[in-house]
């Protein structure tokens, strides 16, 4: 586990670890699909999301059905709605994710 920590221009590999009050600047966050992070507290600047394997294709797939419009059936998995993030980004319809993630 990692608590308090900063991490500068690393990989860090997500997948079963526990993150507490971290701070990740410029880093490769990678996660395969196993078991999920713990990520409490952290502080993500200018990092970059990996998905690889298993966690790669759940994301494409995702895409794939939002892109086919199904939109609301890929928020309601997420367990969000298009209300939620409308008002939490201030824009309509469904944010898309910034290079800050």
Same mark, same amino acid.
């Given at each position: 586990? *990692? !608590?308090?920590? @900063?991490?500068q221009?690393?990989?860090?590999?997500?997948?079963? =670890?526990e993150f &507490?009050?971290t &701070?990740f600047?410029? /880093?490769?966050? $990678?996660y395969?699909?196993?078991?999920p992070p $713990?990520? #409490?507290?952290c502080e993500?600047? !200018? /990092? %970059?999301w990996v998905?690889?394997n298993?966690?790669? %294709?759940? #994301?494409d797939?995702l895409?794939?059905?939002a892109?086919?419009?199904?939109?609301?059936? #890929?928020? =309601?998995?997420l367990?969000?709605?298009?209300?939620?993030?409308? *008002?939490? @980004?201030g @824009?309509?319809?469904?944010? !898309?994710?910034?290079p800050?993630?």
């Open positions: 586990m *990692a !608590q308090k920590e @900063t991490f221009y690393s990989i860090i590999i997500l997948d079963s =670890n &507490r009050d &701070r600047e410029h /880093c490769n966050l $990678v395969r699909g196993g078991r $713990v990520l #409490v507290g993500f600047i !200018q /990092c %970059n998905f690889e298993g966690a790669k %294709n759940t #994301v797939f895409a794939a059905l892109k086919s419009g199904a939109q609301s059936l #890929v928020l =309601n998995a367990g969000l709605s298009e209300g939620a993030i409308a *008002a939490e @980004t @824009t309509p319809g469904i944010a !898309q994710a910034g800050n993630g």
